[in-house]
């Protein structure tokens, strides 16, 4: 999941650049913005864009391509 803001720059940068790496995976991105929940706003609020993967956060403001992979990766070689 992608968290973000509508307005936000970076988040629409990040949103971008995990395009080709979920299409390299066959994974979608789900965007959720962050303005529509108050519980979501107050936990991510200055963080965005916030990537999270299985629970846990990948990246925030900028892409980490590789942790990106790694947690793919990982993902398809589960059960």
């Given at each position: 999941m992608l968290y973000?803001?509508?307005?936000?720059?970076?988040?629409?940068e990040?949103?971008?650049e995990l395009?080709?790496?979920?299409?390299e995976f066959g994974?979608?991105?789900?965007?959720?913005?962050?303005?529509?929940?108050?519980?979501?706003?107050a936990l991510y609020d200055e963080l965005v864009p916030v990537?999270?993967?299985d629970g846990a956060q990948l990246c925030h403001y900028h892409l980490d391509r590789a942790r990106v992979?790694?947690?793919l990766l990982g993902s398809s070689s589960s059960p």
């Open positions: 973000g803001r509508a307005w936000c720059h970076l988040c629409e990040m949103r971008a395009e080709p790496i979920a299409a994974v979608r991105v789900e965007w959720i913005d962050i303005d529509s929940d108050r519980a979501l706003e990537l999270v993967f992979r790694n947690a």
